[in-house]
């Protein structure tokens, strides 16, 4: 199973350690990660270097969005522009925030749910939450 994963940023510095430390350690890891970032101002793009350094896999790409004032419109064009960087020998692309916390197992699962129907054509998950040391599923809705 190949997947690529892109992660636009912009100012992350207080997350994406947790986020690749969190991809780097899944059972069936990824072949490339891209890391977007969108003309932070924090230590965001030291810190995925820091990672790049240590594993070939992930790589930084510098982006300075256009000033286009529609919503999600600079995630959009992150993306986009990570999407640019990658070939086409993968099984599935995954677009993740900055922000997030993958259990090791996650693209395992994911990969199954591709693997047992070729007419899925998308997977996700549930979102859970550290609220007063306690790992709780986030209400969407709220």
């Known amino acids: 199973m190949k997947y690529y994963i892109v992660i636009p940023t912009y100012n992350e510095e207080n997350f994406i350690s ?3 430390q969190s991809l780097v350690q899944q059972t069936i890891l990824p ?3 891209v890391v977007v970032n969108d ?11 820091t990672f790049a350094q240590k594993f070939p896999f992930i790589s930084l790409v510098n982006k300075n ?9 600079k995630v959009v064009q992150a993306f986009q522009k990570g999407l640019e960087t990658l070939d086409e020998n993968y099984d599935f692309i995954v677009k993740a925030d900055a ?11 994911i990969g199954k749910h591709f693997e047992s129907d070729s ?3 998308m997977v996700g998950g549930f979102c859970y939450i550290n ?12």
């Open 18 to 20: 947790l986020t690749l």
């Open 39 to 49: 003309n932070s101002t924090d230590s965001t793009p030291d810190i995925v270097s």
């Open 31 to 33: 072949k490339k990660i």
């Open 119 to 121: 007419t899925i054509g």
């Open 131 to 142: 609220k007063n040391d306690a790992w709780v599923l986030e209400n969407l809705t709220d």
């Open 99 to 109: 922000d997030l916390i993958f259990p090791n197992h996650y693209f395992e699962t």
């Open 65 to 73: 969005s256009e000033n286009i004032h529609l919503p999600g419109s």
